[in-house]
């Protein structure tokens, strides 16, 4: 009997220990607090049961009893039945809960469009004020870069008191200027979950369109810059479009078992593009293409990528074995209770 008890007491902590393991695995750190919760209610259950089957056994074993004693098991077995699906659907509400992502009304793809449309409209603002397109690079005599394209069209973004504190008699990263950079207006933020503590990059950059006189804004994860820099985006850069990012760069759909990437953002005007690498499509052939959505809903050129989490199906398939593997020791409990 004492045997018994350690092979029972042994097979209850190994039991614990891989619903733990499981749990981690598939949670993280609140895998833990979930584990010991499902333990403790498996631990209630099966004392229940443990309890129900000893009186059981103890009322056949009396003659007076033996009558009743097949309805009452009856209807014990009928009750741990109910108690076993309730186990079930209380750990079914556990995974629902846990990895089903929250909703959220924030669109960081429609923030970053919005932002690229506000700098689109800037550059045409600045175009019909000064007759021509801001360069992308404003150069000093010795033909060392000064200035960027992001810094000229400051006033037309409503920024007039970073334009009247940038200094434009010293380069971008002058004393002066570079201590302007954690002012970075809203309409260059980075709008990646992932980047959101980056207080002085950008993603936005500026590229020839169609014609010459035609500015496309574009946004790519993996160019990242000081948005004072100047830099510039020629269209040979256009192949950073026909590489998918990894998971968590750049505009992902984030899921339990299938993530898909959303593409990337180009503006021209108020036209918006959604591109989904590999980006057949040009940046002189956007020009081209119908305006059907009439800026309210982009264009969409490519399939989306979607990336399958066989990784998260097992881990969840794991720790569904392991959480309702006490149901056998249940069983074995309504069993050895029918019997006696």
């Known amino acids: 009997m004492q045997a018994s008890n350690v092979r029972l007491t042994a097979a209850h902590l190994f039991y614990a220990m891989s619903l733990c393991a499981a749990s981690t695995a598939l949670f993280g750190m609140l895998g ?51 108690m076993e699906l309730l186990v079930v659907m209380m750990i079914a509400g556990i995974l629902v809960g846990l990895l089903m992502p929250a909703s959220s009304d924030s669109d960081p793809m429609r923030h970053a469009e919005i932002s ?129 990012p990894e998971l968590g760069e750049g505009f992902w759909k984030p899921g339990f078992f299938v993530s898909s990437y959303r593409g990337r953002l180009a503006v021209m005007d108020d036209r918006t593009f959604q591109i989904h690498p590999p980006a057949t499509t040009s940046p002189t052939q956007l020009g081209e293409l119908p305006d059907e959505s009439s800026g309210a809903t982009p264009i969409v050129l490519g399939q989306p990528h979607v990336r399958l989490h066989i990784d998260n199906a097992l881990r969840l398939g794991f720790f569904l074995v392991v959480a309702l593997y006490p149901i056998r020791w249940l069983k074995r409990i309504h069993a050895s209770s029918s019997i006696s």
């Open 32 to 82: 833990l607090p979930v584990s010991a919760f499902i333990l403790l209610v498996w631990w209630q259950i099966l004392l229940g049961a443990q309890r129900e089957s000893n009186c059981i056994s103890e009322s056949v074993s009396r003659e007076q009893t033996l009558r009743v004693s097949p309805a009452a098991t009856s209807s014990d077995r009928a009750g741990f039945t109910r």
């Open 116 to 244: 690229m449309k506000m700098v689109a409209r800037a550059m045409r603002a600045y175009e019909l004020q000064h007759g021509a397109p801001p360069p992308s690079i404003i150069y000093d005599d010795s033909g060392n870069p000064m200035h960027s394209w992001r810094a000229l069209i400051l006033p037309q973004l409503g920024e007039d008191k970073l334009a009247a504190a940038y200094r434009w008699d010293e380069p971008w990263n002058g004393p002066n200027n570079l201590l302007l950079a954690q002012y970075r207006p809203w309409h260059y933020r980075t709008y990646y979950p992932q980047h959101d503590d980056d207080v002085t990059s950008t993603s936005i950059h500026a590229m020839r369109g169609p014609a010459d006189e035609d500015l496309l804004i574009v946004e790519h994860e993996q160019a990242l810059t000081n948005w004072l820099e100047p830099t510039s985006f020629p269209a040979s850069k256009w192949e950073l479009f026909q590489r998918t």
